[in-house]
């Protein structure tokens, strides 16, 4: 799908002082039913909304402990997020199919090391630039990596899926060169 | 130059820069209907329907009902419905409720022989990792990532980094793979193989069963790993033969297959050396599955943990699960035993847990469920007679699926329950709002059935 392109991200902090935060947790189970992309941000963080264990405001950028979006694959947490009102995360670390998620849907993902983290979370506001890769808040200007392709990706909102179809002839190329023929056909079980 | 099981397979597969082609692409319904979508938005077809499959396994009942129509809730009855709708649309072979070739989607690849040694494996569920037991490439993706993949075959992905566990020796009386897989996400941390491709290596994994192997992969993203392997032998070929999905020149495969091992000489990023004899029975007290101790051992004491995250983490996991630092883990009192999901609930896991269960009762206390993973380990148990056994003991005999592991059906615990699960996941609410689960190994749930709380199974007679 395409994206809305990513330039500047400034405003407030939300801060969730957690780690090992995991998708169940950002969107509990009984949400997956539905079979759309949208509306799921009313059940973000349902349990500890719920509960009143947590509150977040709906900042433009959310800063969290090491490990964040942990455990499944669901989509659903990045969706919820976003439709929440986020529109990055910033924490040490985030679980790999998390990450991925993110990029695929334009929400920033940025890795700060944990003292970064608290600073940009103890100064309550930032900027992020991402043609720039930094985090500018009150604190000091934090530079973060980011993978080029990504960055090229979230800058111009580009659909992953025409950018491969654009690839098709080394698609072809692979199959016709019979690569593709050892595994088993599904269709003929 | 000497080369991993990992780097072969990711070469073989390699069409272009990031690029890699997949063999099969497993589907499920909960992460598959906005990628369908995304597809008729763009007007895209499904490269290859041939190296796609289907099933319905995270919404469906397990008592019993027989079709779709008769999913009682509405919301999960509609996505099993779009599941085949899509499957019909775009020509992909699905196994839906009254197949009998239903079941978890990471039992069911394996079972039908079509996760073979060397492919590339994807679906939209982080289990994913349980097919590199046949040394593939398997890793589980998120729904804009289905969606890629049915358009083009293909995933746009970084070589992960590379990472060798080392296991010596054999594992002891009465330890699993189970207890190994949870011993090692214990030392190594639930973040600890992000970023990861692992391979599984040494002695006691060379003598673990498809199974067994299978349970160890599957939990690889339990410590964050992007995919967990084990080098393809004997055992991983005989387990292919005769399945529906298996080459028809077998040989020749085996011969394509016996290339894969890692050669001697080839490099990791990180290398790790585990004394598999010191491996106990484990139980997770807390809620990430990086939280366990061995059974003998006692609740931990937050206050003497390292680093004040861990201290934060703990101490708010013992208010969820209601535990006191101290505590002996075998004082621990349960009301709930689940045995099943995609890392425990194949043919070997329900054998291992019948045969402690022949001729015993479980604790009057308690409900205990067995949930095979799919329609034919559960046809095959019965043949067996492995069913009489777990009913004369008190256990709910249920039709497949991921049932009460992540609750989207309406096998969950209720709030301040405590479950005794065979299952991977041990976070806040997994398993129903409020419940409480430790995770364990098929025999250890089984005595913990019988005793009405955790049991050393090393002594338990």
């Known amino acids: 799908m395409p994206m809305d392109p990513i330039d500047i991200i400034e405003g407030r902090v939300a801060v969730l002082d957690r780690s090992d935060v995991d998708t169940d947790q950002i969107i509990p189970k009984q949400f997956l039913k539905r079979v759309e992309r949208t509306g799921f941000g009313e059940f973000l963080f349902y349990d500890w909304f719920r509960s009143g264990e947590i509150e977040l405001e709906a900042h433009p950028i959310l800063v969290t402990g090491r490990n964040f979006g942990s455990g499944s694959s669901r989509e659903h947490a990045v969706w919820a997020l976003k439709d929440y009102g986020y529109d990055a995360v910033i924490a040490p670390s985030f679980s790999d199919i998390f990450f991925t998620n993110c990029t695929k849907n334009g929400l920033l993902p940025v890795v700060l090391d944990e003292e970064r983290c608290r600073a940009v979370a103890g100064a309550g506001e930032a900027r992020i630039d991402l043609d720039d890769q930094t985090v500018n808040c009150a604190e000091g200007v934090f530079r973060f990596e980011i993978d080029e392709d990504i960055k090229h990706r979230l800058i111009n909102g580009l659909d992953d899926v025409a950018m491969t179809l654009e690839r098709g002839e080394k698609i072809d190329e692979f199959e016709s060169a019979g690569r593709a023929d050892h595994g088993p056909i599904t269709t003929s079980l | 130059?000497?080369?991993?099981?990992?780097?072969?397979?990711?070469?073989?597969?390699?069409?272009?820069?990031?690029?890699?082609?997949?063999?099969?692409?497993?589907?499920?319904?909960?992460?598959?209907?906005?990628?369908?979508?995304?597809?008729?938005?763009?007007?895209?077809?499904?490269?290859?329907?041939?190296?796609?499959?289907?099933?319905?396994?995270?919404?469906?009942?397990?008592?019993?009902?027989?079709?779709?129509?008769?999913?009682?809730?509405?919301?999960?009855?509609?996505?099993?419905?779009?599941?085949?709708?899509?499957?019909?649309?775009?020509?992909?072979?699905?196994?839906?409720?009254?197949?009998?070739?239903?079941?978890?989607?990471?039992?069911?690849?394996?079972?039908?022989?079509?996760?073979?040694?060397?492919?590339?494996?994807?679906?939209?569920?982080?289990?994913?990792?349980?097919?590199?037991?046949?040394?593939?490439?398997?890793?589980?993706?998120?729904?804009?990532?289905?969606?890629?993949?049915?358009?083009?075959?293909?995933?746009?992905?970084?070589?992960?980094?590379?990472?060798?566990?080392?296991?010596?020796?054999?594992?002891?009386?009465?330890?699993?793979?189970?207890?190994?897989?949870?011993?090692?996400?214990?030392?190594?941390?639930?973040?600890?193989?992000?970023?990861?491709?692992?391979?599984?290596?040494?002695?006691?994994?060379?003598?673990?069963?498809?199974?067994?192997?299978?349970?160890?992969?599957?939990?690889?993203?339990?410590?964050?790993?992007?995919?967990?392997?084990?080098?393809?032998?004997?055992?991983?070929?005989?387990?292919?033969?005769?399945?529906?999905?298996?080459?028809?020149?077998?040989?020749?495969?085996?011969?394509?297959?016996?290339?894969?091992?890692?050669?001697?000489?080839?490099?990791?990023?990180?290398?790790?050396?585990?004394?598999?004899?010191?491996?106990?029975?484990?139980?997770?007290?807390?809620?990430?599955?990086?939280?366990?101790?061995?059974?003998t051992d006692q609740v931990p004491d937050p206050n003497a943990m390292d680093s004040p995250a861990d201290r934060d983490h703990a101490k708010r996991a013992l208010a969820y699960m209601d535990l006191r630092p101290g505590t002996p883990m075998t004082d621990i009192p349960l009301d709930r035993i689940f045995i099943g999901s995609c890392t425990n609930s194949r043919i070997s896991d329900l054998r291992e847990a019948a045969g402690l269960l022949d001729g015993r009762k479980i604790a009057s206390s308690l409900r205990g469920m067995v949930v095979p993973g799919s329609q034919q380990v559960k046809t095959q148990a019965e043949e067996e007679g492995l069913h009489e056994v777990f009913q004369s003991a008190g256990f709910e005999w249920r039709e497949s699926g991921c049932s009460a592991c992540l609750g989207m059906n309406p096998d969950i615990l209720q709030p301040g329950e405590r479950c005794a699960s065979t299952s991977n996941r041990n976070f806040e609410g997994r398993q129903g709002a409020g419940g409480r689960t430790h995770l364990v190994s098929p025999k250890m749930a089984a005595a913990a059935a019988v005793e009405g709380r955790f049991v050393d199974i090393r002594e338990w007679s």
């Not at chain 2, 072969?8 to 063999?23: F, G, M, Q, S, T």
């Not at chain 2, 008592?63 to 020509?91: K, Y």
């Not at chain 2, 040494?202 to 410590?223: D, Q, V």
């Open chain 2, 1 to 295: 130059m000497a080369k991993s099981l990992f780097e072969k397979i990711w070469e073989a597969h390699e069409v272009d820069r990031d690029l890699i082609y997949i063999d099969l692409h497993l589907v499920h319904e909960v992460t598959s209907p906005q990628a369908f979508d995304g597809l008729r938005l763009g007007d895209r077809k499904v490269r290859r329907p041939d190296k796609t499959l289907a099933t319905a396994d995270h919404n469906v009942p397990t008592d019993g009902t027989p079709t779709a129509n008769l999913i009682a809730d509405e919301l999960s009855r509609v996505q099993v419905e779009a599941l085949e709708r899509n499957c019909d649309e775009f020509g992909i072979p699905v196994y839906s409720l009254g197949s009998e070739r239903r079941g978890i989607v990471h039992v069911i690849g394996p079972e039908l022989g079509v996760t073979q040694p060397g492919m590339t494996i994807v679906c939209g569920d982080s289990h994913t990792s349980t097919h590199g037991a046949f040394g593939a490439l398997a890793f589980g993706i998120g729904t804009s990532e289905v969606e890629h993949v049915l358009a083009t075959q293909c995933l746009v992905q970084r070589r992960p980094k590379s990472m060798r566990i080392d296991y010596a020796g054999e594992l002891g009386f009465g330890v699993t793979a189970k207890d190994l897989i949870l011993a090692t996400i214990g030392r190594l941390g639930v973040g600890g193989m992000q970023g990861y491709a692992v391979e599984y290596a040494g002695e006691a994994i060379r003598a673990l069963s498809m199974e067994n192997r299978m349970t160890i992969c599957n939990m690889t993203i339990e410590a964050g790993g992007r995919a967990g392997m084990v080098a393809p032998d004997e055992t991983t070929f005989e387990y292919v033969k005769g399945r529906p999905g298996a080459p028809a020149d077998f040989d020749a495969a085996v011969e394509r297959w016996g290339q894969l091992p890692s050669d001697d000489g080839a490099s990791f990023d990180t290398e790790v050396e585990v004394d598999a004899t010191a491996i106990s029975p484990m139980v997770t007290w807390g809620t990430t599955p990086g939280m366990v101790v061995q059974v």
